[in-house]
């Protein structure tokens, strides 16, 4: 920790110096409180990826600078004043929820500093609100975007009613949205729309509600929340398939869940099982530091980190200025773990989305049998507008709690 | 006395404030907003007896009054911020006065709980009422107001706007606790029975205190949403009105001045102590105990034999 409280020192000895041959990283991730385990994979992520580089950016030095955003939106806010403000970072990266996105955007604004989303997927940022915010780029996903397949995917599988249970926040509103919106257009149903509150321990009262006649609960829990839902509804006694959002079954949570997950269904643009030979020595090393499997969150970060650096290397490490950032960034085309990446012209990536089942077996050469998501279909090249087209889309309202309407309801 | 001292202190602060830096300066507006629902706190434990543990409920009301206002109509963003602020205290004090009907039958922790309780549902409410409240997601403002030439966006000019706020709030107070009727809920706080034989309305006069709390918590509420351009509904949940009477019992109940001093070492210790070292937590943890241990009437103890 002597690391920050260097940076603190020097930032307040250069109070207005922007040395040329360094670059610091604001970095906004959960370190307390019932997603900190999450913050840690994000965090190691992006470590990773600066200790590769020997801690220097095409010659620039990088000073990492974490803050505890505690998964609420007014300490992000806060936090980022404090990157912003105190720390004078160049970029401030990271934020986990959706709603911490939408926070932290304005103080990017108010700041005039690079905000890059390499986790909150926060629909709206990269769509209907781009204009408002000249600052940000995302290097992730929008959390509708690997969800328009998964519904299209559904439907061609076989389910035809489906009922859905998602946390009850911009993130849950906007992955039901995209599943349902896709799902619903293909010919399938969505017949119940169920919402526990974010970081809901305990889903005793919201099981019994569940439709028994549908042919699949397709659910999105955060964190926690993914590992008591599966073992809640078995112990339930129910037998309907499950389907879930990326983060009902990201590697973050795999590792702890029993086999009461098998077989299940999920979408994300990052698989650790992806049979790759960038992604076999990404999860080997990953493996070999933090002695865990990555998940996206880790990869998300990691890869946010490659593209900073490429960057840094078409301007022999000198920051190019906010603006100049944001237009070289998003004209990447990069070879990542999760597969190719480029931007599309609002600011978030096109990349492949992979419909992965919950399997157990042996990956990647280890020994034992691990619980892994086994790529079953892959789309390739996925914006986030799926297969609609730019205009139509953005003249739908974003995805909410009562948008797409639930009209099989009943 | 101690007043004049609170007042140099304060000048000084406000004299050193703009040249603190631009993420200190935001602390310091921090401090001093939370100083006052602290202190509508301190009417209600520290002079009346009543510990409040909703009292994030106020100030949420306050600041999502300002926050729908300005986001949705426009309003209260130049002169009629003035008419925000009457509203927010307004709004504040009704709500108050509605909870006040059930939380005033009780006492001791019975108080805590119903207060607690009703508390979340105003949490609840925000959290769920998406059309009117935006949900998780909360309210991003889109900017302070600006009357004529004095536009609330600089930091410096806000802080010193939070720092009048916060004068007047602590003025309004102390000639309150200092009246016939604040020598009341001492009595009332003191020995509730005798007040009742002594031909008092003690359950009028408990009442109207937490109304007068209410009010000021809605008051702060409006200075919030300014401050942090964003009003969420995890500003409601229970750790914010924890906080808050923990900076009262920190700071020292029954003074008013215990308050500003119990926020000044949560926040100061929370947010600065945080960026420099990870176990922060402790240190604040340890400050708690401690003055529990060594200073049962708080840090204000250290400067007088016990409480008002």
């Not at chain 2, 101690?2 to 000084?12: G, K, Q």
């Amino acid at each position: 920790m002597n690391r920050k409280v260097l940076t603190i020192l020097g930032a307040l000895a250069l109070s207005t110096g922007v040395d040329a041959q360094e670059l610091k990283i604001g970095f906004l991730a959960p370190m307390t409180g019932i997603f900190a385990q999450i913050g840690k994979d994000m965090e190691n992520g992006f470590q990773m990826y600066i200790d590769e580089q020997k801690g220097s950016f095409a010659g620039a030095k990088v000073t990492f600078i974490v803050e505890d955003e505690e998964g609420k939106p007014p300490v992000g806010v806060r936090k980022a004043e404090k990157l912003a403000r105190q720390d004078h970072v160049h970029l401030m990266v990271g934020g986990l929820l959706a709603s911490t996105g939408y926070a932290i955007a304005p103080v990017s604004n108010r700041v005039k500093t690079v905000y890059v989303l390499s986790i909150a997927a926060a629909d709206d940022l990269t769509q209907r609100d781009l204009q408002q915010y000249p600052y940000i780029v995302r290097t992730s996903w929008t959390s509708s975007q690997p969800h328009h397949p998964l519904g299209k995917w559904a439907c061609e599988n076989g389910f035809k009613r489906v009922v859905t249970v998602g946390a009850d926040y911009a993130f849950g509103h906007e992955v039901v949205g995209g599943f349902q919106k896709a799902f619903e257009d293909c010919g399938g149903q969505v017949v119940q729309k169920i919402w526990p509150p974010l970081g809901t321990k305990d889903f005793g009262p919201y099981i019994p509600t569940i439709k028994r006649d549908a042919d699949a609960i397709f659910t999105v829990m955060v964190g926690p929340m993914a590992l008591q839902f599966p073992k809640q509804v078995q112990e339930a006694g129910i037998k309907t398939p499950l389907i879930g959002g990326g983060t009902s079954y990201d590697e973050f949570v795999l590792p702890s869940m029993g086999d009461e997950v098998l077989g299940h269904v999920s979408a994300l643009q990052y698989s650790a099982a992806l049979d790759t030979p960038r992604n076999r020595e990404f999860v080997r090393k990953y493996r070999e530091k933090y002695g865990k499997v990555p998940s996206y969150y880790s990869e998300s970060n990691y890869t946010t980190a490659q593209m900073i650096h490429e960057v840094m290397k078409q301007t022999k490490g000198s920051w190019p200025g906010p603006e100049k950032f944001i237009q070289m960034i998003t004209r990447l085309k990069l070879d990542t773990p999760r597969g190719p990446v480029r931007f599309d012209d609002m600011r978030n990536p096109v990349q492949n989305i992979y419909i992965k089942k919950v399997e157990k077996k042996k990956m990647h050469g280890y020994d034992k049998d691990e619980l892994w998501n086994t790529v079953i279909k892959t789309y390739p090249e996925v914006s986030q507008f799926w297969t609609y087209k730019k205009e139509e889309f953005l003249k739908q309202p974003v995805y909410s709690r009562d948008f797409p309407p639930c009209k099989f309801c009943n | 006395m101690r007043i004049l001292v609170l007042l140099i202190a304060l000048a000084t602060v406000g004299i050193i404030a703009p040249f603190s830096g631009p993420f200190i300066i935001l602390l310091l507006a921090h401090v001093l907003v939370l100083g006052i629902v602290a202190m509508s706190v301190d009417l209600l434990l520290g002079y009346t007896g009543l510990p409040s543990l909703g009292q994030a409920a106020y100030l949420g009301v306050g600041a999502y009054l300002t926050a729908i206002l300005a986001t949705r109509f426009g309003f209260g963003l130049g002169w009629d911020f003035w008419i925000v602020v009457a509203l927010g205290m307004a709004a504040g004090a009704l709500t108050a006065a509605f909870f006040g009907l059930f939380a005033i039958r009780a006492s001791g922790v019975y108080f805590l709980m119903i207060t607690l309780a009703l508390g979340m549902c105003v949490w609840g409410l925000a959290y769920r009422w998406n059309s009117l409240t935006g949900g998780d997601n909360g309210i991003n403002m889109r900017g302070r107001p600006k009357l004529g030439a004095l536009s609330f966006s600089d930091d410096v000019t806000f802080f010193y706007v939070v720092l009048g706020f916060f004068i007047a709030s602590f003025f309004a107070l102390h000639v309150l606790v200092n009246s016939p009727f604040g020598r009341s809920l001492v009595g009332i706080r003191e020995r509730e029975l005798r007040m009742r034989i002594l031909g008092y309305n003690t359950w009028l006069h408990k009442y109207i205190a937490f109304v007068i709390a209410g009010a000021f918590g809605g008051l702060a509420g409006v200075l919030w949403a300014h401050l942090n351009g964003i009003v969420s509904p995890s500003d409601l949940l229970l750790p914010a009105s924890v906080d808050v009477l923990l900076m009262v019992v920190l700071g020292g109940p029954g003074t008013l001045v215990g308050g500003l001093i119990g926020a000044s070492v949560v926040v100061l210790l929370r947010e600065y102590l945080a960026t420099v070292v990870p176990w922060w937590q402790y240190v604040l943890g340890a400050v708690y105990v401690l003055t529990i241990l060594y200073l049962p009437s708080g840090i204000m103890g250290l400067f007088k034999g016990g409480r008002a």
